[in-house]
């Protein structure tokens, strides 16, 4: 029986490689094997993504309680073995990271400008993107990923894809607490009502 599945490869494989890649490394998702991932989400915000999934994201529900195939205990396993396998590094040891979650409000004009400074040099003046890194202001983006996505990304950086993290290329200086939830802010006001579609959802044909 699926409910009886006890190995952690066997889970992992089934439910999360295809979005978070063979052993963690990241495909359409983050990498969970991340060090400075593992560094800022607790077991139990892991725990509750994995149940309960985010909403309006592409990240689903997988607890049986909340119509999904996992059972409690199962979802245990992948949490306990994706922390022990992949969570005992001393990359980031004696880093100041940014909090997983926002302390403060943000400030979208403060994030334009921290965007200009930190992130256009990839992504663009507007976000739209370069050959050096993809569009980020894009509504088909934005619709897939939360904003506490966001501020996840730019704090563990996406290294499979030769993203930085918060400390940004060698040598530079890092993105603080507050400019992170600032751009973060500023990343959220190119949200659209109905990404990828040229009207709104209320708009009807008059045929």
């Not at 439910?15 to 963690?24: D, L, R």
């Amino acid at each position: 029986m699926p409910t009886a599945v006890a190995d952690f490869a066997t889970l992992y494989a089934e439910n999360c490689a295809g979005c978070h890649g063979p052993e963690g490394r990241g495909g359409a998702a983050i990498a969970l094997a991340n060090p400075v991932y593992q560094r800022i989400v607790e077991d139990d915000t892991m725990r509750s993504v994995i149940a309960n999934g985010v909403r309006h994201t592409a990240m689903p529900a997988f607890a049986q309680h909340a119509g999904g195939m996992l059972t409690d205990a199962q979802i245990e396993i992948i949490v306990r073995e994706v922390r022990r396998r992949w969570g005992a590094s001393d990359a980031t040891a004696g880093e100041s990271i940014p909090s997983y979650t926002a302390q403060s409000t943000g400030n979208p004009r403060d994030g334009e400008a921290a965007y200009q400074r930190r992130c256009s040099g990839c992504h663009g003046a507007g976000g739209q993107g370069t050959e050096k890194g993809s569009a980020i202001t894009n509504d088909a983006f934005l619709a897939l990923v939360s904003d506490q996505g966001l501020r996840t990304m730019i704090i563990a950086g996406r290294p499979e894809l030769g993203a930085p993290d918060w400390r940004g290329r060698q040598g530079g200086q890092a993105i603080s607490e507050q400019e992170v939830t600032d751009i973060v802010a500023w990343l959220a006001t190119h949200r659209t009502p109905s990404p990828g579609q040229p009207y709104g959802a209320s708009t009807h044909s008059q045929n």
